[in-house]
């Protein structure tokens, strides 16, 4: 019988595969925070602009909008942002505690950049490229 040929050539097998032993990488890095690197991201986005709707936090990071939303609450407990409510929308800014918090995730995020550069060396950002590439590519088709 012959072996399947998925571990090598499905892109959703190897994409998976990835993501897990990534995870393991960002879960390790970020644990400073005391949460998972996607509260991070969502309060680094918030850095860079606020406030934001739950809308719009989805739409610039890829995530379904329940999933921000609960994220959100998780975070609005802690003090991390502050929610309002606007019509349908909920917008989120920064909250009291997020000085400290954001900090600490950027001093993450820069130490996760240069032990994946260790590991992965010159092939980090040609498969970021065409990672953030192809991501487009089935965003667009999916719509």
Do not use: W
């Not at 019509?87 to 909250?95: F, H, K, S, Y």
């Amino acid at each position: 019988m012959t072996a399947h040929h998925f571990t090598r050539t499905c892109a959703y097998f190897t994409a998976a595969r990835y993501m897990r032993s990534i995870e393991l990488v960002a879960d390790k890095i970020f644990s400073p925070t005391g949460m998972k690197p996607a509260y991070a991201y969502i309060m680094m986005t918030l850095e860079d602009t606020h406030p934001l709707t739950i809308k719009e936090i989805a739409q610039r990071l890829g995530y379904e909008r329940s999933t921000v939303s609960r994220m959100v609450k998780t975070l609005s407990q802690k003090d991390l942002v502050i929610l309002t409510a606007s019509g349908r929308a909920t917008t989120v800014d920064l909250g009291i505690a997020s000085p400290e918090f954001l900090k600490v995730a950027n001093e993450c995020l820069e130490k996760f950049g240069h032990l994946t550069d260790q590991y992965l060396g010159t092939d980090k950002a040609k498969m970021t490229q065409l990672l953030t590439q192809n991501n487009e590519k089935l965003r667009s088709n999916l719509k």
